[in-house]
Structure formats: structure tokens, C-alpha cells
């Protein structure tokens, strides 16, 4: 069974609307570009297959997509993607979660209550800061 929960006309076109709809399923087997009756999916229309839970998109190619699979990423795209991180990235990052350390011990030992990362003051607390507190901080927690 198929139940439209909403639709978006797009003219008619052949004697059938055309609509992108959102649309509820008991079963991915029932997905087709046709419809049914006198209704046509068109490209950005989604589906709940209530039975398992699972999204479905329509593609411009005329096909339903599973949206929920996930992306798992190939050794030669995790290498491209992490290529652009030199060893002075890396140091840049080790001196910035020393410093995130450094201010976190400073602050649970009675220090000045926020870390300096680059320039701008982080504040994590159970309750807001009092004094001059200044612009473009970031606070946490409160």
C-alpha cells in the first residue's frame, strides 16, 4: 500500500499529475517511477518503508536510492581526504590540545576559568563567568 503524506504538484503531463511527494510504503517493492493511479513521482520525492524503517529518495535517472546505507569511504579516498594534513597541521593540533590541557588543569586547580585556544578564550563551567568577559569568547556549559 502506498499513502501519500504530502505532494507538491508539477503540472500534468500525459493524463497523470506529476508530484514530488513524500510518501509511506508497507514495502520497498512497491517503489516505481509510476505511481499509482493517476500520480507520476518526479525527482526529490522520498519514501518510509514502515515495515523496516528504511528512506528512499528518487534520483534524476528515474531510480529510488536508499538513503539510510551510510557512506563507507575507500582506503584511496580516506588517503585524498587526509591528504591535505602536513606534519605542521599535526604539530599545530598537539600544541593546541596541550594548551586545552594546560588551561583545564589551571582551571580545576583554581586557575583564571577559560582556555586560550588561538586567540579566543573558552569558557566551561557549571555556571556563567562574572567579569569582563571579552567579545568572540565561547562559553560552555552554563
Known sequence: MIKILSSVSEGIKGGKHHIRAEIAIDSAAELTVEGFQNYHFTMGSIARDV????????????????????????????DAMNSGIDSTKVEQIATNQSNIDGQQNATSS?????????????????????????????GVGW
Open 51 to 78: 515495515s523496516t524503517g528504511d528512506f528512499y529518495g528518487l534520483g534524476s535517472d528515474g531510480t529510488w536510492k536508499k538513503q539510510n546505507s551510510g557512506f563507507t569511504p575507500t582506503d584511496a579516498q580516506l
Open 110 to 138: 583554581g586557575g583564571n576559568g577559560y582556555a586560550l585556544i588561538n586567540g579566543i578564550r573558552l569558557y566551561v563551567a557549571s555556571s556563567a563567568p562574572t567579569g569582563d568577559i571579552p567579545d568572540g569568547s565561547v
